[in-house]
């Protein structure tokens, strides 16, 4: 499998910015799509938005469409994530994870890597 290792997280005070990071290690993960996901306290993890792995297609949860910007450069084995506009809403612990092919990842339970521990995100009105 491949290692994902999330960071980036911070606190930040609504209406402010944050780039989170997904750096892999291991086995390469540039032909695979990816997404990132988030779980508030009390709450399912939820979809936030995927890419492919040539960054032809993102997807976005309806959310955070026109906020956040997922991105990646497989040169450095890492996908982004950047969140502008931020809202006390968006509080949560961000994830990523990869597909199990080059299809857009929508899904948090057809992921094809166990979870990671995740980056803190917290917004603060």
């Known amino acids: 499998q491949v290692q994902l290792v999330e960071s980036g997280g911070g606190l930040v005070q609504a209406g402010g910015s944050l780039r989170l990071s997904c750096a892999a290690s291991g086995r390469t993960f540039s032909t695979y799509s990816m997404g990132w996901f988030r779980q508030a306290p009390g709450k399912e993890r939820e979809f936030v938005a995927t890419?492919?792995?040539?960054?032809?297609?993102?997807l976005y949860a309806d959310s955070v469409k026109g906020r956040f910007t997922i991105s990646r450069d497989n040169a450095k084995n890492t996908v982004y994530l950047q969140m502008n506009s931020l809202k006390p809403e968006d509080t949560a612990v961000y994830y990523c994870?990869?597909?199990?092919?080059?299809?857009?990842?929508?899904?948090?339970?057809?992921?094809?890597?166990?979870w990671g521990q995740g980056t803190q995100v917290t917004v603060s009105s």
């Open positions: 890419i492919t792995w040539n960054g032809g297609t993102k």
């Open positions: 994870n990869t597909g199990r092919g080059a299809t857009v990842l929508r899904d948090p339970n057809s992921v094809g890597n166990s």
